[in-house]
């Protein structure tokens, strides 16, 4: 049940239909502010209302007006998100009446070197050598150890006497070793 501060018990209904009113719009434009689409706004302040109703079946709400305000800021977020998301995954492919010039988008470009690198065979375990000739004597035991023996960091810690943090340390420093000998490959 909604509960306002109300004067006087005949009044009761109309005055709390006249604040659930009152408060309803001012929650829709709040909503319509913070949300680009007038029919997300909408829904929104629907979510927020049936919220509360529930919420206050169970529990007393002292200041139902903040309760909504800040109950309406999580939904703007959740649906801000939910917003974002859709923008990331969905982009519009060009019209095919437009010129030929728009249709050369930057994501439908053609990669020249491309065929290229296909046409080139690429040894893969001579590069891969070659990135692990960039390693010292320790750090190529270390990797054959962790990545083609699988030993886990627990044994290594025991066969190196260290402490787990020293050898998390070490593995790192071996993962940015090799990450730097593929790059000079890259150039």
């Known amino acids: 049940m909604f509960l306002f501060p109300i004067r006087g018990k005949a009044n009761r209904k109309d005055s709390e239909s006249e604040e659930l009113k009152k408060l309803y719009h001012q929650i829709l434009s709040?909503?319509?502010?913070?949300?680009?689409d007038a029919g997300s706004a909408e829904e929104c302040t629907q979510d927020v209302f049936s919220v509360y109703f529930e919420k206050a079946a169970q529990i007393k709400i002292r200041n139902p007006r903040a309760w909504l305000f800040r109950t309406a800021d999580n939904y703007l977020h959740k649906y801000n998100q939910k917003f974002q998301q859709e923008k990331q995954s969905i982009f519009p492919l060009p019209n095919l009446e437009d010129d030929a010039e728009d249709m050369e988008d930057i994501r439908f470009a053609y990669e020249q070197d491309f065929d290229r690198f296909w046409e080139e065979s690429v040894d893969i375990d001579?590069?891969?050598?070659?990135?692990?000739?960039?390693?010292?004597?320790?750090?190529?035991?270390?990797?054959?150890?962790?990545?083609?023996?699988?030993?886990?960091?627990?044994e290594l810690m025991e066969l190196y006497q260290v402490s787990s943090t020293a050898m998390k340390a070490k593995l790192f420093r071996l993962k940015q070793h090799i990450m730097k000998g593929v790059q000079k490959l890259q150039l």
């Not at 709040?30 to 680009?36: A, F, G, M, Q, V």
């Open 30 to 36: 709040y909503c319509r502010k913070n949300l680009i």
């Open 126 to 154: 001579k590069e891969v050598n070659q990135v692990l000739s960039g390693l010292s004597h320790a750090e190529q035991t270390l990797y054959h150890q962790y990545y083609k023996e699988n030993m886990s960091i627990k």
